[in-house]
């Protein structure tokens, strides 16, 4: 009996471990200084946005933090993507920090999954359809705002398109 238990509690944390305990790389030995660099790097920053997506919204979590402190420097410094964060589209997130990071993790998954699309609004519908699931699973909804509730019926509802640029 003891023995069951024990395999028993060995494979929860071990189930419990790759379910939460995803590991980032050491993104502190990355550097971020030249065109190359940038582009070398898009591996990691895949690894990073699954990581995000893998993992609870969690303020407490440092190496979340550390996760969302890289992506914002390789989108503002990467040569070959532009993202656009527009008011239009931020403004449903912009209340809390997270669901921003999540948002713009989500944008960059968007573009480096679809290189070559490149017109604004396709890239934040494209975007917004990956977040939205991911925080209406994850993140505390009673901080959600009537227009991020919304935002989320209408994409629900097949009408995200018609919603954000009537």
Do not use: C
């Amino acid at each position: 009996m003891r023995k069951t238990i024990l395999v028993f509690f060995l494979l929860f944390s071990i189930k419990a471990g790759s379910a939460y305990g995803q590991e980032l790389p050491n993104l502190k030995s990355i550097k971020l200084n030249s065109q190359a660099s940038y582009k070398h790097a898009e591996p990691t920053v895949s690894k990073v946005i699954d990581y995000l997506f893998k993992n609870p919204i969690d303020k407490r979590n440092k190496s979340r933090s550390n996760a969302g402190q890289f992506l914002v420097n390789w989108m503002n410094g990467t040569p070959d993507y532009i993202f656009y964060l527009e008011e239009k589209e931020t403004s449903f997130f912009n209340t809390d920090s997270d669901l921003l990071l999540m948002y713009m993790a989500a944008l960059t998954k968007f573009s480096l999954e679809h290189p070559t699309e490149k017109e604004k609004q396709t890239q934040a519908l494209g975007a917004i359809n990956l977040v939205l699931p991911y925080l209406y699973q994850q993140s505390d909804k009673k901080t959600w705002t009537k227009e991020l509730w919304q935002l989320y019926d209408a994409s629900k509802n097949g009408r995200l398109k018609e919603f954000l640029y009537p």
